[in-house]
Structures are given as structure tokens and as C-alpha cells.
């Protein structure tokens, strides 16, 4: 059983959110106490909370301190802050570590190299691999979601074989097509939205990852397991008619 | 009900208070950056404080009216007119069909909100009006209005509003009274911002943390509803080390390896993997949303038990005047 310490988990993040913080370093276990805290949240949250957003090793809680100092009780504080931090620590402590929730596999399909993904061939040269072993290693792995940021939908992901890391482009694309699979150093993710950046290309999938005004709007969640399967450019193009 | 839009001048966009729940899957809060005037705005119309209003930036929009409206405009001073007339701000306005509404450019702050009795007729997205320009969702079809956009405007439907209707069109004149906001709001070149401390405040050479304190830093022209990058003595770290991205939000000063501070303002990302040195006090946000590029910030450390109760200072200054309309509307003869 942990034990934690309020003023050493818990910090003001001005003066409508705040931090805890569950560890320090990117792992499985960390990410199950984020995601099972903020279930817990959702569950029993409190007047005045907002929403809980969960990174590799924190969950952020924003609150509406206006809402939080009108629901106050006689026995309460006055601070927002130390009622919410009070809530969110009372939960923390009977914060059971074993899993929750079955965790979702998406599989998201995916064409390597070509047009699909311009910098496959850097990505295989840089490593010294054929083409053919970087998408055998990237599609082998089974990924986990940590987090959702950036843009909507986009994942961060843990999990990739560090036999394709490859560094970020020296100078960023100015737009990257939505659906692109990139590469940047051990990190791997999915672009939902045609937006500039630096990462290696090395596949496109017809996937949707942001998807309003549906509920949830994205494909991806934080706790999900994928796993990216290679398709051809014909199944590509079948997969955009099925959708549309 | 409607208005054209006969230039959209250099941003204008509907904003409400934000989308609120979904910043887990990635999807931003956005909404008015200054929230005291969109509310003042809304409750001079007889409106929900939340509802959809325009957010006009510093210069160039005109609208016609192709009926007659009851509206209000707050925020920053982009002289207004009507029809080549002063148009009062802080105060309901009444506006016949035909006339056009002509923005100017700023003389005080940096943006004009502008409510129209019975809101802006535009689907909630996720549970908000608000404009996303980046995931082009929101606001009027995801983007920023355009020359020719015919914007549906709501019917006025509550009791405040009738009241307003009534008492201008008998009298055909503006109200001779308005709201004094100034203890909420002002519109300096030059203004001390006050800030909490950051996750990684003291993983900053002492030598920048009084820097920080101290110094004057300027916004530069890279200021927009995203962030604001600052311009002064560059910060550094005590030493190097790997951040990983966490929840940020409105008002979190980052510091990147540059040294150049960056202010996360209302269209920011849901999470940042930059050092915090500080974060923003809520009442302040406002002000800083209403301050120009080459506008010069000082920043000065609060608790967050100060920042807590000037929070609510202001909660209750606002509270003042929404009794204070009610009795304008319903009271008065």
C-alpha cells in the first residue's frame, strides 16, 4: 500500500486546477493509477469540478473555485483550493491499484511507405533495416495510449521497439495529412489533424481519429491498447468508400 | 433575425465561456479571453451569462442589421458606430434594421464583444458555441466570419430584454447610463500581472526567478488567442532535465529552452511539456486578454489564498451589477 503525503502530491496548478502527482517516471503501473484515480473522480466528483485530465504521471482536476466557495460547509476551510485538494486526497488514499477497467485493443490499419509515408525509407536507412523489418517491428508491438494532447485525438504512445526510433525532421513539415504515422525519437503516434510538424512519416491510415460531434469525439482513449496492422493502398482507398 | 457580416475585420469569431469536458480527449476550452466582458455583455441583453457572443479583434468589422436588435458591446474600445454615429458601449443599444455596426480600431484594449438579445443561433459542439479554429468545429461552420456570412441572431426571450426593447424604443434615444466596470477590468499599456508559483518555479536559477519578478517583460506581436510570447531577460534552469507533458491551462506561464516566457491564454493546448515558472491569478486574466502586442508586463507574486479572494472580490462586483441591470430593466420608468 503507498502512502501519500498531501503537500507532496497534490499542488495547486493556479487558482481553478490543480496537480497530483502518481510518480515520476512514464510506466504501465503509473498510468493505472492515473486512469483508475480519475475513474474514481468521475464517480465521486464534487460541486464546482469541471473535468480530470490524465498525463503519463499526473491527473490534472479543474474546478470552478466560484462553485467550490458557495458549496462550502461550516466544518470546511474557506480555500477552494483545500477543499478540492482535501476531496481529491480523501479518494487518493482509497485508491484500490489493481485494474479496474478491461482495457480496449483498437486496431488501426495502416499503409506503410510510398506516398503514405515519405520518410519510411529514411526511417529503415537511419536504422539500418530494410523497409520491410521497420513495419514488421512497428506493426509486431502492442502500444499503450498514456495520454490524449496536442490536438484532438492525438495519443501519446509507450511501447515502441527503440530498434526504429529515429530522430524528428530538422526542419518541420508545414502540413502533415491527418491519419499520418509518425516517428519521433522512441516515441510513435497518429496525427487526427493536418497540422505542421516534425515527426518521421512512415504510413497513413483511413481512420478517423477525431471524430465530432460523436461522444466520445475521438477513436482513442488514454488506456487503450493498439495495434497498427498493414493494409494495402486498395484496402486504403476501400476502407474511405466504406466510410463515406 | 439576422446580420451580414460586411467585413470581418482582423479576427472575429463567436466565443461563449468555453467547452468544458472533453480537454481528455485532447479537445481545447477556447471561448471569450475575456470572460468579464462577455458576461456583462450577455447580462445587458437579458441573456444567460454563457451564451454566444462575436469576439472582435483590435480593427475592421462592420455588420449590417437586416432587423431591428437589442445588443451591447464590452470589452476593449474599437470605436464603435452606428451609422457613422458613436454607438455607447457598457449599456443596452437598440438597432434599427438597415443600420450598419462600424468597428473602428482600438484606442483601449484589444477586443470588442458584442451580445445579441436571445443569442447567436449556431449548434453547441460538445456542449459549446465556442469557434475551434485549428479542428474547424464551432462557432459559425468551424471558422472565423467572413464578408457576406449571414449570421442567425435569437429572438428576445427574456423579461430584461423586453423591458430594454421597450424603454428605448419609447424613448428613441441611448440610455444615458452604463456600467462602470473599472473595478474589474482597465485597459493599460503597462500593467503588474500577479502570479501563483509553477510545478517547476524553483527549478530556476535564483538569479531568474528574481528576474522574472523584477524585470519588464513586453508582449511581441506572436500574440494570439493561443498564447502570448513575451519579450525580456531570458530565464534559465538551474540544470537541464526532462519535463513530461501534463495538464496545462488558461494563464500558465512556460518557459522554453529560448528563455522567452510564453503565456498560455484561451485557445491554448490541453497539455504543455515546457517548465512552468508561474501561473496567471484568474482576475487577472482579463486584463492581460485586453492588453496589445508591445504592451509591457511586470509580474509580482501572490498566494493563492490572495488570488482565491480576489476571485471572488470580483464574483461579487459582477453579482453587483447583474442585480444592478435587473433593476435598470424592471424598475425603472
Known amino acids: 500500500m503507498t502512502s501519500y503525503n498531501i503537500n507532496e502530491c497534490i499542488q495547486p496548478l493556479g487558482d481553478s486546477a490543480l496537480v497530483i502527482r502518481l510518480g515520476s517516471e512514464i510506466h504501465p503501473s503509473t498510468h493505472q493509477k492515473v486512469k483508475n484515480l480519475s475513474l474514481l473522480l468521475e464517480k465521486n466528483s464534487f460541486t464546482g469540478f469541471i473535468e480530470a485530465v490524465p498525463s503519463y504521471t499526473t491527473l490534472t482536476v479543474y474546478y470552478n473555485p466560484i462553485e467550490v466557495f458557495q458549496s462550502r460547509t461550516a466544518s470546511n476551510s474557506k480555500s477552494p483550493y483545500k477543499i478540492v485538494s482535501e476531496h481529491v486526497f480523501h479518494l487518493l488514499k482509497n485508491l484500490r491499484i489493481e485494474d479496474i477497467k478491461k482495457q480496449r485493443i483498437v486496431k488501426i490499419p495502416v499503409v506503410y511507405g510510398g506516398d503514405f509515408g515519405p520518410d519510411l525509407d529514411y526511417v529503415a536507412n537511419y536504422n539500418q533495416l530494410t523497409r520491410e523489418e521497420v513495419i514488421h517491428i512497428h506493426s509486431a508491438n502492442e502500444y499503450l495510449v498514456y495520454m490524449i494532447g496536442f490536438a484532438p485525438g492525438f495519443p501519446f504512445m509507450g511501447g515502441m521497439d527503440e530498434r526504429i526510433a529515429t530522430p524528428r525532421k530538422d526542419s518541420p513539415r508545414l502540413a502533415i495529412h491527418p491519419g499520418s504515422v509518425g516517428i519521433a525519437g522512441k516515441q510513435t503516434g497518429v496525427y487526427p489533424l493536418e497540422t505542421p510538424g516534425g515527426w518521421q512519416i512512415i504510413g497513413r491510415t483511413p481512420l478517423a481519429l477525431f471524430l465530432p460531434p460523436s461522444s466520445p469525439p475521438t477513436l482513442l482513449q488514454a488506456g487503450d491498447r493498439i495495434r497498427f496492422v498493414p493494409i494495402s493502398e486498395k484496402e486504403f482507398e476501400e476502407y474511405k468508400e466504406l466510410k463515406s | ?333
Not at chain 2, 468579464?36 to 462592420?62: F, P
Not at chain 2, 449556431?122 to 479542428?135: D, E, F, H, Q
Not at chain 2, 474547424?136 to 430584461?160: C, E, M, T, W, Y
Request: glycine share 10%; with cysteine.
Open chain 2, 1 to 333: 433575425m439576422s446580420i451580414t457580416v460586411l467585413h470581418p475585420g482582423l479576427l472575429a469569431t463567436i466565443q461563449d465561456l468555453g467547452r468544458f469536458g472533453s480537454q481528455k480527449y485532447g479537445v481545447i476550452v477556447g471561448g471569450a479571453m475575456d470572460a468579464y466582458s462577455l458576461r456583462i455583455a450577455n447580462m445587458l441583453v437579458g441573456n444567460e451569462e454563457n451564451e454566444a457572443v462575436l469576439e472582435l479583434t483590435i480593427l475592421g468589422t462592420s455588420i449590417q442589421f437586416e432587423s431591428d436588435h437589442l445588443v451591447a458591446i464590452t470589452g476593449g474600445d474599437l470605436q464603435p458606430t452606428i451609422d457613422g454615429e458613436t454607438a455607447p458601449m457598457w449599456r443596452p443599444i437598440y438597432i434599427r434594421k438597415g443600420s450598419i455596426l462600424k468597428f473602428k480600431s482600438a484606442v483601449s484594449g484589444c477586443r470588442a464583444y458584442l451580445a445579441f438579445a436571445g443569442g447567436i443561433e449556431v449548434p453547441k459542439i460538445m456542449g459549446s458555441k465556442s469557434t475551434y479554429l485549428r479542428a474547424a468545429i464551432g462557432g459559425f461552420n468551424g471558422r472565423a466570419l467572413q464578408k457576406g456570412d449571414k449570421l442567425l441572431v435569437g429572438s428576445p426571450n427574456s423579461n430584461i430584454s423586453h423591458a430594454f426593447i421597450n424603454q428605448l424604443k419609447r424613448n428613441n434615444e441611448h440610455f444615458t447610463w452604463s456600467i462602470n466596470f473599472t473595478q474589474l477590468l482597465s485597459f493599460p499599456n503597462s500593467f503588474t500581472i500577479r502570479f501563483i508559483r509553477g510545478s517547476e518555479y524553483e527549478r530556476f536559477q535564483v538569479s531568474s526567478q528574481q528576474t522574472f519578478q523584477t524585470k519588464q517583460y513586453v508582449i511581441t506581436t506572436q500574440a494570439d488567442r493561443m498564447g502570448y510570447r513575451l519579450d525580456g531577460e531570458t530565464l534559465q534552469l538551474s540544470e537541464q532535465f526532462d519535463l513530461l507533458s501534463e495538464g496545462v491551462t488558461y494563464g500558465t506561464i512556460q518557459v522554453p529552452s529560448s528563455g522567452q516566457p510564453i503565456i498560455l491564454m484561451a485557445d491554448r493546448q490541453t497539455t504543455g511539456g515546457y517548465p512552468k515558472i508561474g501561473q496567471v491569478i484568474t482576475a487577472d486574466l482579463p486584463i492581460l486578454s485586453q492588453m496589445q502586442p508591445l504592451s509591457k508586463i511586470f509580474f509580482k507574486e501572490a498566494t493563492l489564498e490572495k488570488a482565491e479572494s480576489l476571485l471572488m472580490e470580483k464574483e461579487n462586483i459582477l453579482n453587483q451589477i447583474a442585480s444592478g441591470i435587473v433593476i435598470k430593466a424592471l424598475h425603472e420608468h
